[in-house]
């Protein structure tokens, strides 16, 4: 799943409210901040096999440590420690816990059976990506609904506050859309660097928009 996750971070931000939205987003993309740095490392594998889903050719064929759900759970728990240790914020640690374990939810929805319950253990995945229209409704909903909410619960403190934030929206969906019709990406590790560099500008610029928006009441 991609843009399902912003969502998340998006929704969280009415319930956490003084969490950075920066750290929301960081956290609901955890695993895919894992996942490419292993992968460069050579810990984690995938291949690009063309067809392989409606969705993407991604076929993981290894990634116990950035996806498993037990790997998941310790890092929820080491991302919540984590910020806690940092902002002494018990209530906004938890959500933001729980906030990096949602990434493995929304993947198993998305991903066929290939992600772990534990390194080594029964692959599970319920396969939305073996439809482009599916796929796109579930996640447009979610999409809508973690705008919708984020909106509500924030208001711009000036024009970037408005300005950064949809054009963050529109970023996402301009990377997203095109998606099940872009061209053969031409390595792995092409998609590993490129997964790296997304994060690098979309961590910054959520903490931007955070700093030009504050809550609604
Ligand atoms: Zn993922």
Redesign the pocket.
Known sequence: ?FIGHFAVAFAAKKAAPNVSLGTLVFAAAF??VV?PVLVLLGVERFRIVPGFTAVNPLDFTYYPW??SLLMTLVWSVAFALAYFAASRDRAGAVWVGLVVAS?WVL?FVSHIPDMPLYPGGEKVGLGLWRSIPATFVVEGLLFAAGIAIYVRATRSRDRIGSIAWWAFVALLLALYLPGPWASRPPSENTVAIFGVIALLIFGPWAYWIDRHREPAH
């Open positions: 799943m695993l895919d996942w950035s996806h990434h993947d």
